[in-house]
């Protein structure tokens, strides 16, 4: 196996020094992962070849550049596990290769430079800061990309009323919300840089209250659902893990999906946890969890096993302690 890597990693019997760490990170993986790898997808071997024949250490935007995508992200994957890559934030790497194609999709070139600027020094700068802290969620991804599209309808729909940006008024705001309603939060934040940069006037959009669709569970419901995920024995612990921190601590499920073992501490009485920093900004990659056959997981995954719960001893009921004084001061005899 490591012959078979070493071959696909080398031009005419060699290897550039620039793959060496690419080569060791690779033959951390599993042998047998590793094997199937190489020898049942071709898109991993074309992948390495690719390495091979490229120049300079393989970077995140060298991956980039290769296809097929799928592969790629599963290459790049076990190339930061092994140290071969830093982490870094992938949803954000996507959304920052797909915008320059949408801006394109704007018709005025004025406009669409007013959007460039818009997106590289309020949005991405927003997103990156985020990121900084923790990673993208799927939901700040997709509504960042939502919010994008509206506002180019909106610059598209100037541009078929022959008006540029900078002579937008709020007739026409008003005009253009009238035949879509729900896009004015969508653009409000567009419209407010714009004003502030100076490049149309002051525009307004009125921003609706948002009807709550949600459930709520009420109090006793809620314990009542506490109380079986700590004492029913038939519940996975994983499960019993991730419901009890939902429940008691209001995580959501993209955070605790990125906990390790990492963010827990064990104390004589106790096991606590530790928000601890993204894996995106401490070099933790999250893992998919893979279960044991006692229903934990494995250390390091993406969930972690709590130290049990005693269940509680049973509270005396107010009529046991009379019973039993009776039972003690009965006459003999009786």
């Known amino acids: 196996m490591r012959h078979r890597l070493h071959e696909m990693l080398s031009v005419d019997g060699g290897m550039r020094p620039d793959l060496e760490p690419v080569f060791h990170a690779l033959l951390q993986q599993q042998p047998v992962s590793l094997l199937a790898w190489l020898t049942?997808?071709?898109?991993?071997?074309?992948?390495?070849?690719?390495?091979?024949a490229g120049h300079g250490p393989v970077t995140h935007d060298t991956l980039d550049r290769l296809r097929p995508t799928k592969v790629v992200e599963n290459h790049r994957m076990h190339l930061v596990v092994g140290g071969a890559l830093p982490p870094r934030d992938e949803r954000l790497s996507t959304f920052e290769r797909w915008l320059p194609g949408k801006i394109a999709q704007v018709d005025v070139p004025e406009s669409r430079k007013v959007l460039h600027a818009y997106t590289t020094w309020h949005l991405l700068r927003r997103l990156r800061t985020v990121s900084r802290r923790r990673r993208l969620t799927h939901g700040q991804v997709h509504g960042a990309r939502a919010y994008l599209t509206q506002v180019i309808q909106l610059l598209n729909w100037l541009s078929s009323q022959n008006i540029p940006l900078s002579a937008c008024s709020q007739d026409l705001i008003d005009a253009w919300l009238d035949e879509n309603p729900a896009r004015g939060p969508r653009v409000q934040g567009f419209l407010v840089w714009t004003s502030c940069k100076g490049h149309t006037r002051q525009l307004a959009v009125p921003l609706g209250t948002p009807a709550f669709t949600g459930q709520l569970i009420a109090q006793d419901a809620r314990w009542s659902l506490v109380?079986?995920?700590?004492?029913?024995?038939e519940i996975p612990i994983v499960d019993k893990t991730t419901g009890l921190l939902a429940l008691l601590f209001a995580q959501q499920p993209h955070r605790i999906a990125e906990l390790t073992t990492d963010d827990v501490h064990l104390t004589t009485d106790a096991a606590r946890q530790h928000p601890g920093p993204d894996a995106s900004t401490s070099g933790r990659t999250p893992a998919r969890p893979s279960r044991r056959r006692d229903g934990g997981l494995h250390r390091g995954r993406a969930l972690v096993v709590p130290r049990p719960i005693p269940r509680p001893a049973p509270q005396p009921q107010p009529g046991d302690a009379q019973t039993a004084r009776s039972r003690h001061s009965a006459p003999d005899g009786t």
Do not use: Y
């Open 40 to 52: 049942r997808r071709p898109g991993g071997a074309t992948v390495l070849r690719a390495l091979a």
């Open 227 to 233: 109380s079986r995920l700590i004492h029913d024995e």
